[in-house]
Every structure is written in C-alpha cells, then in structure tokens.
C-alpha cells in the first residue's frame, strides 16, 4: 500500500503529559483512506491534523455506522517505540466491521499503516513513566442519503493522543459501581464489537455512577441482569478463593486484549484462572464471606486497574481493604513491564516500531 505523507508545517509543542487529560491533546498529523466499492480502499495519506467536511447527511451521524480500536505505542528506556499486539487490534477491527457491514481493511495493510504513522509521530511518544502515545484508529460509513441500507462507501482514519492514567486514580483503585437497570448488550448484538454506539447507549449509567462518585458501571448480562460481564472501558477480574474468574466471552462483552494477555501472563506464572460465567450472586458472596480477595479491571487505556470498592443496590463493599493486591500488582507490572520494555517479552507480544 502506497501511503502519501504530507507533513505539517506548523508543528504543535508537546504538552506535559502528566498533566493533562486522557485523550484531550492531539499530535501534528492523522490518517485518512477511502473505500468505495468500485476502488476499495484508496488514497491512503498523512496529513496535517484537522477538522473534516461532512456531508450532513452522511450515514455515520444518522445510523451509527461507526467503529474503532484502540492500542499504544510505548518508548522503551532505550528510546525505542514500540507497540503492543496490533495484529489483535486489526483482527478485531475487522470483526467489528464485519458486524457493521463495514468493508474489511488487509491486516497487513493496517500494521503498515499504524507503523508508518507511529513513525512519523515517534517525537510524540511519551518517555515519562506510565505515559505513551494511545493510538485511535476508527471507521465510519459515509454515503450521503438517508435511507437505511448497506454502507457503500468509508472512510478509515487514525488519530493519536499522548496520555498518561485513565483514571484520574491512576494505579489506585477505583470504585465501580454495579449496574442494575440499563444493560450494556445482549447475544446477537453488537457488545463484541467496538462500536461508538455501545458507548453512546452505556453514557447514561455512566453518568449515574458518577454523580454516586464512581469511577464506571459493571454491567449484567443484558437478558436476566444476573451474570458479571464487564466495565465501561475495560474487562474484569476477581481473585476468588485463590483462583482468578473472568466472564467468558459470550458474545456479549468485548474480547479485550489485555484480558487475553492477562490470562496467560497468569497461566504462565502458575496462578489458577476460569472464564466462566459468574453470576453477581456468586460475587457478593464472596464479598460478604470474604473470599473475594482482589478485583481489577483490565484494558488498554486503564491498563491494570485495581478495584477497591464495588457497589450493588446501594450496599458497598470494599475489596482487600481498598489496597492493590499482590495478583494485581504482579499483572500490573509483568504486563506494563512487557509494554514498556523493561520486562523480557516472552510471548512474542511486543512489535518494534522504531
Ligand atoms: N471492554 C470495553 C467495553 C472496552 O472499551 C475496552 C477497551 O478497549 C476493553 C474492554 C478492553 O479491551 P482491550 O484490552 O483490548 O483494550
Ligand atoms: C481502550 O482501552 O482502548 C478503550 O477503548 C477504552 C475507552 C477509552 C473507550
């Protein structure tokens, strides 16, 4: 694929990213390509970073047609970028868009194009401890009428924000709380997939967890709202009497890449882990008799995320006396050690850039 960079010239100064808000600074350039059905994917560019013209009718603002991923690109203590895993971010763009009647993009051609575009903005890559460069590649259909139908033609884009802690917490636990009315997907749906609208239609709860001082909701099975599924932007886990449960993956819940690098760092470091279903009962059971031993959410912007305190139906509970577990810390750090390349990577995860 032939990529066209047109470099800015007006080039922005780096902000302190240790001060400022996941994913509000922007670098100098972004991605764009177009599919059509008759030249598929065409006229891959790096340009100047910028706003776009849409056409007001365009299919995304009216049905949703909308997908994207999310991935980062880290700077070792050497001074090398590198990124984690992108051939899973491109297999599962692809799923997505599959789901959304979007057009597929060659898993080739996306390593190459997040690759070439890492390169141009490697100043931008972070070097402070726990930051990095997060990478938003997203897709959205873009035919200029208003009936409902098919997606004909696309646009791919990549942007890139360098970020430090999601949460405002950073590695200190937050408090989740456990959602109980609004449901989040259901089996045949779109909860796989990274679609804007999964995260339009979890805002509401979202919100209600907030003004209550929680930092997202953990989600129930959207059918009998009985079963754990996951967090607003990131998969869970908890520390049951010695063994590490996670939901399944039903269809329901994103397959998230750091919840299928957290299972085998766990494997590998011989501690016992299930994907099963788990119902909330179960859960506040554990709460109530002590053997829910640790909780924490799992995902690339959240990285390792300790949960010190979960809420369901008003009743709170805190979790091994609101402190990051020594499973937790351990993931935390063999993973983040992996990622930023202080940790030997021996599962072939890490993907040198520069
Ligand atoms: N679940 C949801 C709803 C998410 O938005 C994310 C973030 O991408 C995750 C889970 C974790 O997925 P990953 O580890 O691939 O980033
Ligand atoms: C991610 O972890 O990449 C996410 O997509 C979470 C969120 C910022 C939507």
New binding site residues.
């Given amino acids: 694929m032939e990529i066209k960079i047109t470099k800015t010239t007006t080039p922005k100064a780096k902000p302190d990213v240790s001060k400022v808000a996941f994913g509000t600074e922007f670098t100098d350039h972004m991605f764009m390509m177009d599919y059509t059905p008759e030249k598929g994917w065409h006229d891959a560019r790096i340009v100047p970073f910028g706003n776009i013209s849409l056409h007001p009718a365009t299919t995304a603002l009216h049905y949703g047609a909308e997908i994207f991923e ?1 991935l980062k690109a880290y700077r070792t203590p050497e001074g090398k970028v590198q990124m984690f895993r992108p051939i899973e971010n491109a297999r599962r763009m692809n799923s997505s868009a599959d789901r959304m009647c979007l057009p597929a993009i060659d898993e080739n051609d996306m390593l190459q194009i997040l690759e070439t575009f890492v390169k141009v903005e490697k100043d931008w890559v972070p070097s402070a401890p726990a930051t990095s460069l997060y990478l938003r590649p997203f897709m959205f259909g873009c035919d200029e009428h208003l009936g409902v139908h098919t997606v004909h033609h696309s646009v791919f884009m990549l942007i890139a924000s360098p970020v430090g802690s999601y949460y405002k917490e950073g590695i200190n636990p937050v408090k989740i709380m456990i959602e109980d009315q609004d449901v989040r997907a259901v089996k045949g749906g779109t909860g796989y997939t ?1 679609c804007g609208g999964n ?1 339009a239609a979890s805002t509401r709860a979202g919100e209600r967890a907030a003004q209550k001082g929680y930092s997202q909701v953990l989600w129930l099975d959207g059918v009998e709202r009985k079963y754990i599924e996951e967090v607003g ?1 990131m998969n869970v886990m908890f520390k049951i009497g010695g063994t590490v449960v996670t939901p399944m993956l039903s269809g329901s819940i994103l397959p998230g890449i750091t919840r299928k690098s957290c299972i085998d760092v766990l494997k590998k470091a011989g501690i016992p882990v299930e994907e099963r279903l788990l119902s909330v009962d179960e859960l506040v059971e554990a709460m109530e008799n002590g053997t829910l031993e640790e909780a924490f959410g799992c ?4 990285v390792v995320s300790p949960i010190g305190e979960l809420c369901y139906k008003d009743k709170k509970y805190t979790v091994n006396g609101g402190k990051i577990g020594p499973v937790t810390q351990q993931l935390y750090d063999t993973l983040t050690g992996i990622q930023w390349g202080t940790v030997e990577d021996t599962f072939g995860w890490v993907y040198p850039v520069d």
């Fill in positions: 999310g990274k995260y932007a995902g690339t912007a959240a």
